[in-house]
């Protein structure tokens, strides 16, 4: 969990560095167990947007999403071009994401989001068949329908960018410490 949100502050911060902190360091807590994640610190009772004397970027809330959800994603070492996915396991919640390569985001949202989902229910609650049924028919028939190549993004298909999970979500249960430094 903590190895995930480290790469993806930092990938998120390089592209547009005042919309999160970077990322310092993660790791394993020796002695009193658990991990931690230490990030810059980040004024939140700041205005961000004010731009005054090098505080702030300038840009609202808005503007900031919208560079990071139009900046091409990087090539990952190994492949030739862009691909939809990330080089770690991030997480929503504690629900771990696999992010495996994928040129394809009809592929990837339906292997590594509906699928990948719908199993991790099956485990922990029991197969329910008719869910399954609809989760397969989803993926077979509307999933390529409405995310295929030719459909969305028109004769390019859908670019791969940077982008987000949550914004914010609070501290999750796992998460046992938390160090922010200040002007690192």
Known sequence: MFEGEHASLN?????????????????????????????????????????????????????????????????????????FGFEHVTCCGDTPQNNDFSPSWADFFAKNRLLAITARGEKNNGKDPDLRKLVDRTVNEVVPRLLSDGHLGGKDGIVPVVVHGDLWSGVSPPMQFLLLFRDM
């Open 11 to 83: 990938a998120i911060h390089r592209c547009v560095p005042s919309l999160c902190p970077k990322s310092l360091a993660w790791g394993k807590l020796e002695k009193a167990g658990g991990y931690f994640l230490a990030t810059e610190f980040l004024d939140l009772g700041m205005s961000s947007s004010r731009g005054e004397n090098g505080r702030g970027s300038g840009m609202s809330l808005a503007r900031k999403l919208a560079n990071l959800h139009s900046t091409p994603a990087p090539v990952p070492d190994g492949f030739d071009k862009p691909q």
